[in-house]
């Protein structure tokens, strides 16, 4: 009988796709919510989102969300939803102020994703420029980095959620930043995230992609959004770095 060589063929061409990205990114990109850690994990984000929309209800605007807005279990989807109805306005400020809050509350109870710290380490060893891409406000994402002993890895080049939020990604407005105050041209670029707008932002700003899915429906929603290279773990990208793959 011909062994079936298909498994290992496969895996083969995946880690060659892998390091061909890996070896031409002289700065990454990261996401932050998902590759380096998962910040939602005890402070969870349906719940935050459940507050959010008790706080509307409790000033008479429960009307402003939808009935499929209210039940979202993603508390950025509800700020994008209170910011469609009144862009910039006062309410906007307030709701997004109070999520910052509670991200930063998050930070206490976030989990690290598995090989993220060794890797960020050692890609900074090896001389990459690194930066933070997010949606959520960069005063989480210093404090996590701080509690890790990962600040000088990125520092000062953590681009989060402004009070603009139509820059939001899949806006490709945080990656721009980075490139631009990296002195980074975008072909030299790679970055790493885990959602469907990582990618159209990566896309949009001319930036290589490379997905982080940790289970099979994330990793399944990047590749139907895409996205060519998907990893379920940061390891096999720890081991391009070492030499060990």
Same mark, same amino acid.
């Given at each position: 009988?011909?062994?079936?060589?298909? #498994?290992?063929?496969?895996?083969?061409?995946?880690?060659?796709?892998?390091? =061909? $990205?890996? %070896?031409?990114?002289?700065?990454?990109?990261? /996401?932050?919510?998902?590759?380096? &850690?998962?910040?939602?994990?005890?402070?969870?984000?349906?719940?935050?989102?459940?507050? #959010?929309?008790?706080?509307?209800?409790?000033?008479?605007?429960?009307?402003?969300?939808?009935?499929?807005?209210?039940?979202?279990? /993603?508390?950025?989807?509800? $700020?994008?939803?209170?910011?469609?109805?009144?862009?910039?306005?006062?309410?906007?400020?307030?709701? %997004?102020?109070?999520?910052?809050? @509670? %991200?930063?509350?998050?930070?206490?109870?976030?989990?690290?994703? #598995?090989?993220?710290?060794?890797?960020?380490?050692?890609?900074?060893? +090896?001389?990459?420029? *690194?930066?933070?891409?997010?949606? !959520?406000?960069?005063?989480?994402?210093?404090?996590?980095?701080?509690?890790?002993? *990962?600040?000088?890895?990125?520092?000062?080049?953590?681009?989060?959620?402004?009070? /603009?939020?139509? $820059?939001?990604?899949?806006?490709?407005?945080? *990656?721009?930043?980075?490139?631009? =105050? +990296?002195?980074?041209?975008?072909?030299?670029?790679? +970055?790493?995230? /885990?959602?469907?707008?990582?990618? @159209?932002?990566?896309?949009?700003?001319?930036?290589?992609? $490379?997905?982080?899915?940790? !289970? @099979?429906?994330?990793?399944?929603?990047?590749?139907?959004?895409?996205?060519? &290279?998907?990893?379920?773990?940061?390891?096999?990208?720890?081991?391009?770095?070492?030499?060990?793959?």
């Amino acid at each position: 009988m011909t062994p079936d060589t298909t #498994q290992p063929e496969r895996m083969a061409e995946e880690t060659e796709k892998l390091r =061909e $990205l890996i %070896e031409r990114a002289r700065y990454v990109l990261f /996401d932050f919510d998902g590759p380096i &850690c998962r910040l939602f994990a005890g402070h969870t984000a349906e719940w935050i989102a459940g507050e #959010q929309v008790r706080w509307l209800e409790e000033r008479g605007l429960r009307d402003l969300l939808s009935e499929e807005e209210r039940e979202q279990p /993603d508390p950025h989807a509800v $700020l994008r939803a209170v910011h469609r109805r009144d862009p910039g306005g006062a309410l906007v400020s307030e709701l %997004e102020e109070r999520l910052t809050q @509670e %991200e930063l509350t998050a930070v206490a109870s976030a989990w690290p994703t #598995q090989y993220a710290d060794p890797l960020i380490m050692t890609w900074h060893a +090896m001389g990459a420029r *690194l930066a933070v891409t997010t949606n !959520n406000s960069p005063l989480a994402v210093t404090g996590y980095l701080e509690s890790r002993g *990962l600040s000088n890895c990125f520092a000062p080049h953590i681009y989060g959620r402004t009070r /603009d939020l139509h $820059l939001l990604k899949p806006h490709p407005h945080c *990656l721009r930043r980075a490139l631009d =105050e +990296m002195g980074a041209d975008p072909s030299d670029a790679l +970055m790493i995230g /885990d959602a469907p707008t990582d990618f @159209e932002a990566a896309e949009k700003a001319g930036v290589a992609f $490379l997905g982080y899915g940790r !289970n @099979e429906h994330k990793a399944r929603v990047l590749t139907d959004a895409g996205a060519a &290279c998907v990893v379920n773990s940061m390891e096999p990208l720890l081991k391009v770095l070492r030499g060990q793959a």
